[in-house]
């Protein structure tokens, strides 16, 4: 896609989430905040977000496997060099 097909973008650190829901208001959502004439954004807009906790069953290395990834996929390299003294 390209630039222009993006409305608006926000980010939001999950360690922060206290309830199973995040609401964020116009005024903090990029893009939409700089629409002050709200020719694109409603000025009652706003971004629901429902989360729910998933259990060990749902996110397991055979479910992964399953999806085709495996560990190996997502390693990164301090994985492959932890408890390795020889570096």
């Known amino acids: 896609y390209s630039q222009d097909d993006k409305m608006c973008h926000?980010?939001?650190h999950?360690?922060?989430v206290e309830r199973n829901f995040l609401v964020f208001d116009k005024s903090v959502v990029d893009k939409a905040v700089k629409d002050k004439h709200c020719r694109t954004?409603?000025?009652n807009f706003?971004?629901?977000v429902y989360l729910h906790r998933i259990d060990d069953t749902e996110f397991s290395v055979e479910a992964l496997e399953d999806d085709g990834e495996t560990r190996s996929?997502?390693?990164t390299d301090d994985d492959e060099h932890a408890g390795n003294d020889d570096e």
């Open 10 to 12: 926000l980010w939001f």
């Open 73 to 75: 996929d997502t390693e």
């Open 14 to 16: 999950t360690a922060f």
């Open 46 to 48: 706003k971004i629901e």
């Open 41 to 43: 954004f409603d000025s």
